[in-house]
């Protein structure tokens, strides 16, 4: 290894340079040097230099590069900015408002086209404990019905946007929670969601709002078609400074649904390729669609089985279902990695935790295949590796399936000597 300080002149690769012979047919420019001779090889396919570069140093250059996968997609990540609306932090008990493009605030803020009268820059409402009213979660929630000023000023709905980084290809999940403002009617609090500017999704209370908040969370899934989305909400009820309260916006990528019958908890496409059930939201709470009730313990025989033969897990969770076989996880967790979690069906905080753990303990065989596709660290999902993986500790090996993104088959491999370990 030389250091090198100047080039005097470089010749850039081409396929004539390791072939016997000049081929004007293949490359009638780059087979000859700057010197007008042609490359050559000898019989072992060894470079031989001609004589215009005899006694001359010459380097070859070769650059390997590793170009991290640009189709990774991080299915912990929020990709929304502020979805919270915890910045810029209100006044406590009290609320405030913000112009368009004021840092932190993350949102891009504009007047409701047919508001008149506002002023040019619009302003975002944020209310931090307003009349001891509760946000989803956090501290604060925005009010899409805001105001000019503070504490006197006109009433002027907004429409808050904001661009998103996605995968073209890559299926996504848009969720938000919404409430109608206490003490105001229907036509007070309606909100419309929008993605690339296509009109998505309405809200709207159906009845007179009672004395505090009441959240509802909401999801809508969507298929990127570009680098960049741009996601949209706008008060469409009645600009009187009162309505239409928003929060906990998310975007995060997700496994794609399928259709389904009712009760299938094993939902397979026509490549084998096994997917997660859509997730249903509403009051904050989510379950996997076709949920079974009750399920087995590890490997044990259930009724209806026949005896002695293992009950495998079939079915795929994540944080918030509640069902299914999410029990039975449990129930594993408990045993597999001690995590002395309350058997009682719902994937909760403390599941989650117990699944990266198990995810972690066993990385060979539940992360590694992933890589370099995905990150080498635990989802928290009971996904296709994590399902398998345990089938493999209560003998009830599976079949091979195919993983997403690198579109190969994966086996589990865990040895003799790895298992009695």
Known sequence: MLPVDAFEDVDEYNDNLFTSGLDLNLDPKGSIDADGNSFNTNADGHIVLNQSNAGRNRTIIVLNIFEENPRYCDIQENLVANGGFEYPIAP????DIYDNGTPGLGWNVEWRSDIAGAPEVAKLELHNGVNGWTSYEGNQHSELDTDYGNPAGGAASVRISQDISTIPGQYYELSYA???RPGTYEGENILKVFINGDHKDTQSTGAYAGINTSWTTYTIGFTATSSVTTIAFEDAGFPNSTGTFLDDVRVVCADEPIDEEPGDNNPTNGDGNQDTPPQQTSGGSSSSSGSRSGGSVLGASTEGDVLGACVPFTEY???GDVGGEVARIQEFLNEEVNAGLTVNGVYDEATAKAVGAFQEKYSEQILNPWFPFFKKKATYRWYKTTKMMANEIIDC??????????????KVQW??????N
């Open 92 to 95: 406590e008990n009290s609320w």
């Open 397 to 410: 090996p599976e079949s091979e399936v195919y993983l997403e993104d690198p579109k190969i088959m994966y």
């Open 178 to 180: 919404f409430s109608p």
């Open 317 to 319: 969770h994540k944080k």
């Open 415 to 420: 040895t003799p000597e790895v298992k009695q």
